[in-house]
């Protein structure tokens, strides 16, 4: 596998510990916004198509703020870019569960994409760049906190809520949180360290390597899209597991992936990327059908454990490959490309719920499964842009 360019002077590794900890920041908010969805769902008494069509709002968001965020990048730093963005990302978290109204709640997740599509663009601005300068495999390290994160919001948000605490406390905790994490903006690359800005236009349509990268980026964030809003709905309402115990499917997810994240670098060098990419897909599918059609508690938490472990792996893959998409300046690549992820995480799951309001939510994870299946076959497209 070709791995990243020379160590370059001037990266100490302080910054390292820093750009996992923004991963982390941006996990946890991930985290409290998929505990917050049963919870709006009964709040409101809204049915899954509904459900489904109010998340198009931080589709919308992302999608269009996600190339420019790329060109924002480029303008004014990524720095500037993620202290910005995870600002407002910490302030929309606790008033995401205290909207009064239905359209309050729609126009903060509309804020929520367009926060999250910034800051993911910006995180990973900077995290290429560091990966360069220390001449080694870290991408999937980074996307391991991101895990790590959701993890650690989902038990400390199952564990203060078998408290007694209430839903919006977990989340104006969650808030705090990612403001102390922003207090280590001082240790982030400045501007002058970006990504390089004379290898092509910053602002581009996807050519037919982005795209081919895109795809296995839609199926890998559709499917933690799928987790992310639906795992605690499927077994709160379909499993009827209280809102404690339905927690435990995605913190299963996140655990596995984050275990995924850590080893994932030493295993694709190892495997080889084909085969973590195919292999990968199917065992994510593999999970789904065990969510499907076993009835229990436990069997649950380990079907959306197989889903996290399976596709681990696969988002670090496709952004290390998007950054070195010849012709393009990663300004424009890896927006290109994120773009294509961010609307399977984020329009994915709003087809989940009307395609679970027509049927149910079983037979919308099984067609999540079909599409993994099909992935399978298109893992090769990664590995030829590595």
Known sequence: MSVVAAPVVGNPPGRVRTMRMFFFMAGMGVSAWAITMPYTKTRFALDDAVLGLILLAPGVGGIVAMPVAGLLV????????????????????????????????????????????CIDIAMNAQAVVIEARRGRL??????????IGTLAVSLATSFLLKLGFSNAVC????GVGIFVILSQWRKLLPKADDLPSDEGPAFALPNRATFLLGVCCFACFLTEGAVTDWSAIFLRFSRSENIAAAALGYAGFAVAMSASRLLGDRVAMRLGQVRVMRLGSLLAAAGFVLVIVTPFEASDVVGFALVGLGIGNM?????????????????????????LGYAGFLIGPVIIGFVANSLNLSCALGLDAVMLVAVSFAAKSVVSRQ
């Open 138 to 147: 870290l991408m999937s390290s980074f996307h391991a906190m991101y895990s």
């Open 74 to 117: 480029r303008i004014f730093g990524s720095k500037r870019v993620l202290l910005t963005a995870g600002a407002v990302f910490g302030v929309v978290m606790p008033l995401l569960t205290v909207a009064p109204s239905v359209a309050a709640f729609t126009v903060l997740l509309l804020i929520f994409g367009v926060t999250f599509a």
């Open 171 to 174: 989340a104006g905790l969650t």
């Open 315 to 339: 988002a670090p893959l496709v952004f290390s490959a998007a950054a070195k998409v010849p012709g393009m300046s990663p300004t424009a690549s890896v927006p290109a490309v994120v773009t």
